[in-house]
């Protein structure tokens, strides 16, 4: 008996998040840093939206924040035929100790999510590619 | 700018709905063949035209004013989102007011319900990108919650204001959703989930329609109709956000709340005059939360007292300052191109004293505000003048 070989992980969208390698290390947002006044976005800019200077650095942001709101969506997902089988899905708002705010899908069930509690950074399939590929992309779960 | 010189000559608005019968350019057409019969003119009488939708199909809104004719004028195609409407009615006034064309139309349309369903492939509805994931009702709903969380706002204040509002639908003959009974905030909250803690009642529909609005100066208006109330556009104001720590750029649906309360600062500002002057107000109620945020951003109450204000029913028909006398966005409905041209066609029946059963005793002042995309907010006021 043969093991199948592990299935590659390809962004939903590129240049938003890291797919590490190993699978149980976070991902990381790509943002930036603006050079002259410190500010950091997501996602990756080149001109700062708080002073307009020009050039910022590449930086990786999270994996952790602090959730500033949230809610429990009971209507389905975008692409998909059910909200995970009828249950739902959390979708939240994270504040990243950097500065950004994050508005991405959370994992948990609804009795989990209070505001203010910490978050991590994690990847979710969505969906296969016809390849055999996982789409995936970044969303956060309550960190303990 | 402050506007002195534009008056409203005509308007029309194909009742909002599903209409699978009818296409887009069909559904233009009879909006504008209405708005050129207010105005007691012909197509030959429009110098300028600015033609709003929010669907992806290049050169729409060109083929739309064809079926009103061919006579050679101007025609610019406008999209902001959910504020579309409005802000083809804004380059219609200030294409008067400039004096570059003594009548201008904006015509709006769309057909939200195809899109909805997939069926025109609306820009991020489906597809595989960071922004399309999270439905429009989520960034409302998170809104809503961290209300909740900081003002203590129950789920039965949002239930009010979308009971209000469908029930002011059903006095409005244009409206999308016209109940046949009085609907109460507890059968608000009984309907489906959408976003916690909004339901499918506080919520606007998908729909199809179009609106249209015809300006001239206000000479020209007095002219051909000299029995009829005089509508004048006193300001029409459009900001996009400024940059506060922490903004959200991916997925930006509900943006800085801010923007509104600058945008409306201007406007006020423009026309000289301030909230107290004003009688009516329609607003971006696509979810009901929206609108007890914009009681406080349009400066109705102060900030943290929206809630004191709705349950006084001070923003119901009969009220202080009523709000989406047509039914809003949640029951007048919202097709999205046309939204902000069907608050120009209620905004003018309450000012000519033209609105029926839902009409504002002694209406003289009217506000429209809609957002578009989180990222865009126009503020416009109105005069009537007998």
Redesign the interface.
């Given at each position: 008996m043969t093991e199948s070989p592990p299935r590659r992980r390809v962004p939903?969208?590129p240049g938003?998040f890291t797919i590490p390698d190993d699978p149980a290390e976070p991902p990381r947002l790509l943002g930036s840093r603006c050079r002259a006044c410190g500010?950091h976005?997501?996602?990756r800019?080149e001109v700062c939206?708080?002073c307009l200077a020009r050039g910022c650095d590449d930086v990786l942001l999270g994996p952790r924040g602090a959730l500033?709101?949230?809610?429990?969506?009971?209507?389905p997902?975008?692409?998909r035929k059910s909200a995970d089988g009828g249950a739902g899905y959390g979708?939240?708002?994270v504040?990243l100790p950097e500065?950004?705010?994050?508005?991405?899908?959370l994992s948990g069930a609804?009795r989990d999510f209070a505001?203010g509690m910490p978050m991590a950074l994690e990847l979710e399939t969505?969906r296969e590619t016809p390849e055999g590929d996982a789409?995936v992309?970044h969303r956060f779960r309550p960190s303990v | 700018m402050k506007l002195e010189n534009v008056a409203v000559l005509g308007v029309g608005q194909v009742r909002f709905g599903v209409h699978r019968a009818k296409s887009a350019l069909e559904l233009a057409r009879d909006a504008g063949l209405l708005a050129l019969a207010d105005a007691g003119l012909d197509l030959r009488g429009v110098g300028e035209a600015f033609v709003g939708y929010i669907q992806p199909a290049p050169m729409v809104g060109i083929k739309a004013m064809k079926e009103l004719g061919l006579t050679g004028l101007p025609v610019t195609h406008v999209e902001n989102a959910s504020a579309t409407g409005l802000v083809a009615f804004r380059e219609a006034a200030h294409a008067v007011a400039s004096g570059r064309a003594p009548v201008a139309l904006a015509l709006g349309f769309d057909k939200m319900s195809e899109m909805a369903r997939g069926g025109q492939g609306g820009r991020g509805?489906?597809r595989?990108?960071?922004d399309?994931?999270?439905?429009p009702?989520?960034?409302f709903?998170?809104?809503?919650?961290?209300r909740m969380?900081e003002r203590g706002t129950k789920p039965e204040h949002f239930a009010k204001i979308a009971a209000k509002n469908w029930n002011h639908g059903a006095l409005c003959p244009v409206a999308d959703r016209q109940a046949d009974h009085r609907v109460t905030p507890e059968e608000v909250l009984a309907s489906?989930?959408?976003?916690?803690?909004l339901t499918a009642m506080m919520a606007c529909p998908a729909d199809d329609g179009a609106a249209c609005a015809i300006l001239a100066t206000p000479e020209w208006v007095r002219k051909l109709h000299p029995g009829r109330p005089l509508v004048r556009v006193l300001a029409s104001a459009l900001q996009t956000e400024t940059?506060t720590?922490?903004?959200?750029?991916?997925?930006p649906v509900v943006g800085p709340s801010t923007m509104s309360r600058d945008t409306a600062n201007e406007a006020y500002r423009d026309a000289g005059l301030g909230p107290e002057d004003v009688d009516l107000a329609l607003c971006h109620d696509a979810f009901a939360n929206e609108e007890l945020e914009y009681y406080e951003l349009l400066g109705f109450c102060p900030e943290g007292e929206g809630e004191k204000l709705l349950e006084a029913g001070e923003t119901a028909l009969g009220g202080r300052i009523p709000f989406n006398t047509d039914g809003g966005l949640i029951a007048r409905g919202h097709p999205g191109g046309p939204t902000g041209l069907a608050m120009v066609h209620e905004v003018v029946h309450q000012l000519r004293g033209e609105a029926g059963d839902r009409q504002v005793e002694g209406a003289r002042t009217a506000l429209a505000h809609l957002v578009g995309g989180g990222s865009v907010c126009t503020v416009n006021l109105f005069e009537g003048v007998s």
């Open positions: 939903i969208e938003f500010e976005f997501f996602p800019r939206a708080r500033h709101t949230w809610t429990w969506v009971h209507v997902f975008f692409g979708v939240g708002q504040d500065g950004p705010r994050i508005q991405a899908v609804q505001i969505v789409v992309i | 509805i489906g595989d990108s960071i399309s994931v999270i439905l009702a989520a960034y709903a998170l809104w809503a919650m961290r969380h489906a989930k959408i976003a916690e803690p940059y720590p922490g903004h959200t750029f991916v997925g």
